[in-house]
């Protein structure tokens, strides 16, 4: 157990919807990073939130967004969905200080 | 642009032998490098690292080696087991804002 904690494990929606997903960090990291992984895909940097501000972007869509609240926890907004959204999504977690990232579980989005 | 390479998605070896997975980058910036294991329905986890500054690291069964020259990195288990079989992803970052590439994994199988 890593200590990072995603919910929900798994979603199913349909195109055109939006789903948010939500991710609470290791207690103490400051750090939180996005991550899709699409199938036989490796894991795509989306973003990356450090104490409630935005540090660092990758290939996130337009359609998505997301936000680092002040108890550190994190969301991920998802709008617009479309069939090739369907993916598994990660949250990791990191002291800020070190490179060495924690993930959760992540999230499986379906779209259909 | 795929910055970080994993050219081979998959690798068998047999229980007891070492296991020589291989990663390859282009961008010269990178500084700190990193793997991580990743099991069927988890996150993945952090296995063991190695600064640009260093071209080995050892951590019990795992060692890296980075030739910077090459732009290469290479992970050994010895002796491999068959808890080891999982997909194991290379990943490297630079400078202060930690963002994390990965690459597309190799999966590893040991055969008992």
């Known amino acids: 157990d890593s200590g990072v904690t995603q919910t929900p494990k798994h979603l199913i929606t349909a195109t055109g919807q939006r789903v948010t997903l939500r991710c609470s960090p290791r207690?103490?990291?400051?750090?939180v990073y996005w991550y899709q992984q699409s199938l036989d895909q490796g894991l795509q940097f989306l973003i990356q939130y450090y104490n409630g501000e935005e540090r660092a972007k990758g290939n996130i869509l337009e359609r998505f967004s997301a936000q680092q609240f002040p108890d550190l926890h994190s969301e991920l907004n998802l709008s617009s969905l479309e069939l090739g959204d369907s993916a598994l999504y990660f949250c990791?977690?990191?002291?800020?200080?070190?490179?060495?990232?924690?993930f959760g579980p992540g999230t499986r989005l379906t779209v259909l | 642009d795929q910055q970080v390479k994993q050219n081979s998605p998959s690798l068998s070896v047999q229980e007891g032998r070492i296991s020589i997975l291989n990663c390859d980058y282009t961008n010269s910036m990178f500084d700190y490098f990193l793997w991580y294991k990743k099991y069927p329905a988890e996150g993945p986890t952090f296995l063991i690292s190695?600064?640009?500054?260093?071209d080995k690291n050892e951590d019990g069964r795992f060692t890296v080696f980075l030739n910077k020259s090459a732009k290469h990195l290479s992970l050994h288990i010895v002796p491999s087991q068959p808890g080891d079989s999982a997909v194991y992803f290379c990943a490297a970052s630079s400078g202060g804002y930690q963002k994390v590439t990965f690459g597309t994994g190799t999966k590893l199988q040991v055969i008992p």
């Open positions: 207690s103490g990291d400051l750090s």
């Open positions: 190695i600064s640009s500054i260093k």
């Open positions: 990791a977690s990191s002291p800020g200080s070190h490179n060495e990232q924690f």
